[in-house]
């Protein structure tokens, strides 16, 4: 192997042996590890499965079948733990639904790989399960980015909103595609040109969370050292103030409400309600609105049954019913139809 294939080699395996890393480290040895590390951690470790086997199977065309196989099986995970990852992340995923089908994936994989292996049968693999495997990948990153869609809006139009979970869901979709891209193009490029592109998307990406982490750190920090605290008289002001215009006008159902909208509505400065929202009442503005959207939300609960249970939601200001069997339940404990059927018309 010449110098320059030696290159080659070092970073397109680079990004494969970091991210096995990370992926282990997911999985086995971060304490207080969430659903979505799972699912970040099996996410990674098959890509790696996938690009590793491009990488050796580039420098040694002799590889395995097996090991062919196995790359090529990991690929039909991709797809599937992109999606759970992104609607983890978001705290809009039944993560039983979720156990199953992998469980059934791998076993029908399994199953299909012992009855038609990739040794006996290369053509099989290398022609329309490729394909079925580029298509069913392509339409769970569409899935996932409908699911990231108001993060997508942020970006493109309140960039500086973006935070440091908005940008780990970005940053993972971007180089999922970018992954499927360079191999769905590679006939035209290079067979080994996924790998490359996995390597840069890997840095690329936990460059910009790093940087994410670090912006929110000082957001914080930020927040936390107002100059002055807010005068008692004036507190009491903004409550009251508040009070009324959401009893009289319900602002809390605007899907479109902001804490700029908010501010105006109640003609005080964006910086006094921030403050006021995070010093005296001890909330993210999202969550304070989201208080007042679940009452209305049991309200319309418990009074009629008029309205299903998704236009509940939207009635009461939440602009998807995912986001709103999310909050409902995290907030009442228990689900929007659980808890009609306990408080209807009491």
């Known amino acids: ?56 199977y580039n420098f040694n065309p002799q590889l395995s079948r097996t090991y062919l196989q196995i790359g090529l099986s990991a690929c039909f995970l991709i797809g599937p733990l992109l999606y759970f990852f992104v609607r983890s992340i978001l705290q809009n995923l039944n993560h039983s639904t979720a156990k199953y089908s992998l469980t059934l994936i791998v076993i029908t994989i399994s199953v299909f790989g012992f009855l038609f292996p990739y040794k006996e049968n290369p053509e099989v693999w290398r022609g329309i399960i490729y394909y079925f495997i580029n298509a069913q990948w392509l339409i769970f990153i569409l899935l996932s980015i409908f699911e990231a869609n108001q993060i997508f809006k942020k970006l493109i139009t309140k960039r500086n909103q973006i935070n440091y979970q908005d940008t780990w869901i ?37 460059l910009l969370v790093y940087y994410a982490k670090n912006k929110t750190i000082i957001q914080g920090i930020n927040k936390e050292k107002y100059i002055n605290k807010i005068d008692e008289k004036l507190v009491i002001e903004i409550q009251e103030k508040i009070n009324i215009l959401f009893e009289s006008r319900k602002v809390y159902t605007n899907t479109e409400l902001t804490l700029s909208i908010l501010a105006k509505e109640l003609n005080i400065r964006p910086q006094l309600l921030s403050q006021f929202i995070n010093d005296n009442l001890n909330k993210s503005f999202t969550h304070f609105v989201n208080e007042y959207r679940i009452d209305e939300a049991k309200r319309l609960l418990k009074e009629s049954t008029q309205f299903k249970i998704d236009a509940v939601g939207f009635e009461s200001g939440f602009n998807s019913s995912s986001t709103f069997y999310s909050v409902f339940k995290k907030i009442t404990g228990t689900t929007p139809s659980n808890y009609q059927k306990t408080n209807l018309y009491s």
């Not at 590679?186 to 690329?204: D, E, K, M, Q, V």
């Open 1 to 56: 192997m010449n110098i320059s294939n030696q290159l080659l080699f070092f970073f397109s395996a680079l990004g494969v042996f970091n991210s096995v890393v990370l992926s282990l480290y997911l999985l086995f040895f971060k304490k207080n590890k969430n659903k979505s590390d799972l699912f970040l951690g099996l996410l990674l470790l098959s890509l790696s499965i996938r690009i590793g086997k491009s990488v050796f």
């Open 170 to 206: 970005l940053s993972v979709i971007f180089g999922v595609f970018a992954i499927w891209l360079s191999y769905s193009l590679a006939r035209y490029t290079s067979y080994i040109s996924g790998a490359l592109t996995f390597s840069f998307s890997f840095y690329i990406s936990i």
